[in-house]
């Protein structure tokens, strides 16, 4: 949308946001803010970095108490969302580009960058429709919301979704270590979600990857960092997508405040490994040519 569309909002939304050294997290806060002014228009928003002495709680209530024009506030990243929290500020917030959880964040508002189910399942059917079985491992203290909407989704998508539940990385290890013994061939699929806790990304994603290889099973992912290390595929945010999300969250929250809300991630790109899925008889040519935004393992043995 072109800011000549923007929508019609009185006053501003303060858009607080970490200033990261690596040029590459830099460009990602970039993307989404420029998503958020594409919607708003460019005269509708104020931001504030959080770097060196602007970084303290303390710092940031005093710059919000100066924009008198704020109605809302959007915060990037878990370091802005937790100063924002500190700074006992009133004004209406959403948040984005962290993975929030209805289990450990009941009060926020905002967009997890944990991906809708559905978008992963519907991705899943398209490249291996032969797919019966979804298991997955999770931490109910955190992912019970994200799991309950698995489960709503998978029956449409014509899926039997097996959940596995562990609290800590050492279980997670040992569960994640029985359940490859057990995953089928061309029957079974197995979903990395977004929780590093549970997952050792040293040794045991190198193992997951390699038996899926060796035992011919997909391993699909909320990240792209897998797919570039062998999953199947993953699906990520679209970053300028998503900030036009956060503004329209922010916008509709104080034109119709309502109880805060945690969506899933559903503006996603799509990334996929072709050299795991020619293995696996995918052709990646027809309706799934421009299907996938990035391709990872170009070149095939």
């Known amino acids: 949308m072109a800011w000549g569309q923007a929508v019609a909002f009185q006053g501003t939304v303060a858009v607080v946001y970490p200033e990261p050294d690596e040029p590459a997290y830099r460009a990602v806060f970039e993307s989404v803010i420029q998503g958020i002014r594409r919607r708003l228009g460019p005269r509708e928003i104020q931001t504030y970095a959080l770097a060196g002495a602007t970084k303290t709680p303390a710092a940031l209530k005093a710059w919000l108490a100066k924009q008198t024009s704020a109605r809302a506030v959007i915060t990037l990243g878990r370091e802005a969302y937790e100063a924002y929290q500190a700074a006992g500020v009133t004004l209406p917030a959403v948040s984005g580009l962290l993975d929030l959880s209805l289990q450990l964040n009941p009060t926020a508002n905002g967009i997890s960058l944990s991906v809708d189910p559905a978008l992963l399942f519907e991705t899943l059917k398209r490249v291996l429709p032969g797919t019966r079985r979804v298991h997955v491992l999770y931490n109910p203290a955190k992912d ?7 489960r709503q989704a998978a029956p ?8 596995h539940e562990a609290s800590d990385l050492a279980a997670g290890t040992q569960r994640y270590l029985e359940l490859l013994k057990h995953l089928e061939a061309g029957r079974d699929a197995l979903w990395l979600p977004l929780d590093s806790t549970l997952l050792e990304e040293d040794t045991v994603l190198p193992l997951i ?44 929250g104080v034109d119709h405040p309502r109880d805060p809300t945690i969506e899933p991630l559903r503006d996603v790109k799509r990334a996929i490994h072709r050299r795991f899925a020619e293995h696996l008889g995918i052709d990646l040519g027809g309706p799934l040519r421009t299907y996938f935004d990035t391709v990872f393992g170009a070149h095939a043995d």
Do not use: M
Not at 144 to 150: H, K, N, P, S
Not at 156 to 163: D, G, P, S, T, V
């Open 144 to 150: 019970q919301w994200l799991i309950d909407l698995a």
């Open 156 to 163: 449409r998508y014509h899926l039997e979704l097996i959940a």
């Open 209 to 252: 990857i390699e038996e899926s290889w060796n035992r011919r099973f997909a391993v699909f992912s909320n990240s792209l960092a897998h797919a570039r290390l062998g999953a199947l595929f993953a699906l990520y945010p679209d970053n300028e997508a998503l900030g036009r999300r956060l503004a329209e969250k922010a916008i509709g």
